[in-house]
């Protein structure tokens, strides 16, 4: 991870711009969520009533940012990238919550 990210801050490779109040922001789901579910492009923090998308796909070009509200779009206004330290825990919870993909195990399913 941490190279990846550097060769991303390296030549400015990020899609969003990071934002010290999108940090707490994303750091109070993490903490702070009812609920939480990974999909393949997002982890899902629901959290006072409403479903907050966070973008875990495209390490690191655009990983972190807030995908969608209540699936809702989130306005181009409100997406930033978060730090690098915050953005290890998303990472480290990300690996927590454990994905797996079963399209590739439903697509070799009966072949020997």
Do not use: C
Not at 42 to 59: R, S
Not at 70 to 95: C, G, H, T, V, W
Not at 97 to 105: A, F, G, I, P
């Amino acid at each position: 991870m941490i190279f990846r990210w550097f060769m991303n801050k390296i030549f400015n490779m990020f899609q969003e711009n990071k934002h010290e109040s999108y940090d707490k922001f994303l750091k109070n789901l993490m903490d702070n969520a009812e609920d939480i579910k990974i999909t393949r492009h997002t982890i899902m923090f629901k959290h006072n009533n409403k479903t907050y998308e966070v973008w875990i796909a495209n390490k690191f070009y655009s990983y972190g940012h807030l995908h969608a509200v209540d699936n809702k779009f989130a306005e181009i206004q409100f997406r930033f990238r978060p730090s690098y330290k915050i953005a290890k825990e998303l990472y480290n919870l990300e690996k927590k919550l454990n994905y797996k993909d079963t399209r590739v195990e439903d697509f070799y399913k009966g072949e020997k």
